[in-house]
């Protein structure tokens, strides 16, 4: 069987063939605000590549043009880095309001166990605290 006849047996009739053939994404969709601002950062970007590409040539072309561009190119290029900053800090205060869904290993859990015992233990076998006791409290908390 040909890929073509493939595609009509998975479409169900023959001679139709869909569109496209569906295929589980193989990340998971970033969040709706980190996408946003992803979006407005390539958006930002491309527009500063054009931007200085045509300063670029308007240079070459020694027209007066070219100064005014370069200039806009140079604080496009300060607004593009604004909006790639902006992706990376998105994503982190995403990741620190949402968290990362994470599960300690078992080796974890057993260290921290560990722990909490010799912690424990170290407790139980310290000597009892001597407390100083200067008499009772007067009305401003001074003894």
């Known amino acids: 069987m040909s890929g073509y006849e493939d595609d009509e047996a998975a ?3 023959a001679g139709r063939r869909g569109l496209w053939i569906e295929e589980p994404a193989l990340r998971r969709r970033m969040p709706d605000p980190v996408r946003e601002s992803a979006v407005r950062s390539v958006l930002i970007v491309s527009l ?7 300063a670029f040539y308007l240079t070459l072309a020694a027209s007066w043009l070219a100064l005014p561009m370069a200039l806009g190119a140079i604080a496009a290029t300060v607004a593009a880095t604004w909006g790639v900053l902006d992706v990376w ?3 982190q205060a995403w990741n620190q309001r949402h ?8 080796t974890a ?5 560990e722990a909490r015992r010799a912690s424990r233990t170290a407790r139980a076998s310290a000597p009892a605290r001597i407390r100083r006791d200067d008499g009772p ?3 401003f908390g001074r003894r």
């Open 99 to 106: 968290g990362v869904v994470s599960a300690p290993s078992s």
């Open 109 to 113: 859990h057993s260290h921290r166990r």
């Open 89 to 91: 800090i998105t994503r």
């Open 137 to 139: 409290l007067t009305a």
């Open 48 to 54: 500063t590549l054009i931007q200085a590409t045509i």
């Open 11 to 13: 479409a169900g009739g």
